[in-house]
T-cell receptor, first 114, second 110 residues
Framework: DTAVSQTPKYLVTQMGNDKSIKCEQN?????MYWYKQDSKKFLKIMFS???????INETVPNRFSPKSPDKAHLNLHINSLELGDSAVYFC?????????????FGPGTRLTVT | GQNIDQPTEMTATEGAIVQINCTYQ??????LFWYQQHAGEAPTFLSY????GLEEKGRFSSFLSRSKGYSYLLLKELQMKDSASYLC???????????FGTGTRLKVLA
């Protein structure tokens, strides 16, 4: 069974469109994250939810809106897509804040905006 | 502020030992993680250090010095499959936030 899954794996769309990426984890974790990995492979945190509550909201354009319907799901909606949004978006989950509590990453969604 | 530095690329030979360094400056520290990321795949967890010293796990070891803001990942008996990017990440204390370095791309040559 896949621990952290994302859909879609690939997303090609035009500028100005609105799109969503979905993430689900079956690990029973209480915290989920969205990361953006650019062409230089730099992994940058965008958002994080703990028990459905938004706890990290980095400097991200408000065109990006996360939503966590429950602890196992975290979705990312992007409005008015721009060329610079092209990247790989990774979802991750972890349990708690102390101790090892490493993050488990989903397979990524490669977004290409044309 | 917060900053994590790693070398961009390293090359080593199959069977050799390689050390990947990571230096960090963060406001608050609550653990350092190493992840491996093969091209086109997701990062996967390798190691965790929160106290000073060496943590060994098979062919991989990770070292931490909190006073120096320094860590390294040591890979022994390199195999071709170890060719990947290695990401250093620091968790800030009191938060759920992980700050990632830009990663070190390791090429293992036959």
């Amino acid at each position: 069974d896949t621990a952290v899954s994302q859909t879609p794996k690939y997303l090609v769309t035009q500028m100005g469109n609105d799109k969503s990426i979905k993430c689900e984890q079956n690990l029973g974790h209480d915290t989920m994250y969205w990361y953006k990995q650019d062409s230089k492979k730099f992994l940058k945190i965008m958002f994080s939810y703990n028990n459905k509550e938004l706890i990290i909201n980095e400097t991200v354009p408000n065109r990006f809106s996360p939503k966590s319907p429950d602890k196992a799901h975290l979705n990312l909606h992007i409005n008015s897509l721009e060329l610079g949004d092209s990247a790989v978006y990774f979802c991750a989950s972890s349990q708690g804040t102390s101790g090892r509590n490493e993050q488990y990453f989903g397979p990524g969604t490669r977004l290409t905006v044309t | 502020g917060q900053n994590i530095d790693q070398p961009t690329e390293m090359t080593a030979t199959e069977g050799a030992i390689v050390q990947i360094n990571c230096t960090y400056q963060t406001s608050g520290f609550n653990g350092l993680f190493w992840y491996q990321q093969h091209a086109g795949e997701a990062p996967t967890f390798l190691s965790y250090n929160v106290l000073d010293g060496l943590e060994e796990k098979g062919r991989f070891s990770s070292f931490l010095s909190r006073s120096k803001g320094y860590s390294y990942l040591l890979l022994k008996e390199l195999q071709m499959k170890d060719s990947a990017s290695y990401l250093c990440a620091v968790r800030r204390s009191g938060t759920y936030k992980y700050i990632f370095g830009t990663g070190t791309r390791l090429k293992v040559l036959a």
